[in-house]
């Protein structure tokens, strides 16, 4: 089981240096008067702890400028567990809680695609810090976004009862949005066929659009399908490539 914790300012730490130490320090040579910097001070930490021991760390805070998102890290025995993508999204929804239009990270290299899963993209060119090549990425909140079609049918327990329609779609519409702030709903239907509902949506990626379809599941459909939608353009554009 694992449990996340969030810390702000110099409060747990150690904690953090621990974990930041054994990976940034440690496994990629950096020197530690440049891997602790006055940022630690101001922003707000987290410790993602596995089976009680903390594994994971990361942090988001305001420069004057930008807010970033930094230092997260992973000890090499808990990797490929899906920590890294769970700590940057809890910053991202973070973030996104205060208020964040615009998100940037100092990327390494290497670990660019892993950021553009989760809805960044890449700005300007390859750049070295700390002996490292590094690139700049920007998620910005309703940016970079793909639109998805939700189509629900509801179980046939809950579509005995039209009208509770109205208090489970706001329940359901508050589980998205407390689970999934970075949604954006479009449009929705009522369907007279297959399926009840028809929702137009923009998320980040295809694991957000699975967490919606699954909240559906959760709260009374017997189906839920999330559909990407490729604007025609784009998709006369693929095409071509094929």
């Known amino acids: 089981m694992y449990k996340i914790i969030f810390i702000k300012g110099k409060e747990g730490l150690k904690i953090a240096y621990m974990i930041r130490r054994e990976v940034f320090v440690k496994e990629q040579g950096i020197e530690e008067s440049i891997e602790i910097d006055k940022f630690d001070d101001i922003a707000t930490h987290i410790i993602l702890y596995y089976d009680g021991k903390p594994v994971g760390t990361g942090r988001f805070y305001y420069d004057g400028k930008d807010y970033r998102l930094g230092r997260i890290a992973v000890l090499k025995e808990y990797r490929g567990k899906g920590f890294g993508k769970l700590i940057t999204k809890e910053l991202i929804k973070y973030a996104l809680k205060k208020n964040a239009e615009r998100i940037v990270i100092h990327s390494q290299k290497y670990l660019e695609d892993f950021y553009k899963s989760?809805?960044?993209?890449?700005?300007?060119?390859?750049?070295?810090?700390?002996?490292?090549?590094?690139?700049?990425?920007?998620?910005?909140?309703?940016?970079?976004?793909?639109?998805?079609?939700?189509?629900?049918?509801?179980?046939?327990?809950?579509?005995?009862?039209?009208?509770?329609?109205?208090?489970?779609?706001?329940?359901?519409?508050?589980?998205?949005?407390?689970?999934?702030?970075?949604?954006?709903?479009?449009?929705?239907?009522?369907?007279l066929g297959p399926y009840d509902f028809l929702d137009i949506y923009e998320a980040p990626n295809e694991e957000v659009a699975a967490k919606v379809s699954m909240i559906s599941l959760s709260l009374g459909a017997s189906k839920a399908e999330s559909w990407t939608a490729i604007p025609y353009r784009r998709f006369l554009e693929l095409v071509k490539e094929i």
């Open 118 to 191: 989760l809805g960044f993209k890449s700005v300007g060119k390859v750049f070295m810090e700390a002996g490292i090549p590094h690139i700049k990425m920007v998620y910005e909140k309703g940016g970079f976004m793909a639109t998805y079609i939700l189509l629900t049918k509801l179980s046939p327990e809950v579509s005995k009862h039209m009208k509770d329609r109205a208090g489970i779609g706001k329940k359901w519409i508050k589980r998205v949005r407390e689970k999934c702030p970075e949604v954006k709903f479009i449009a929705h239907y009522a369907l």
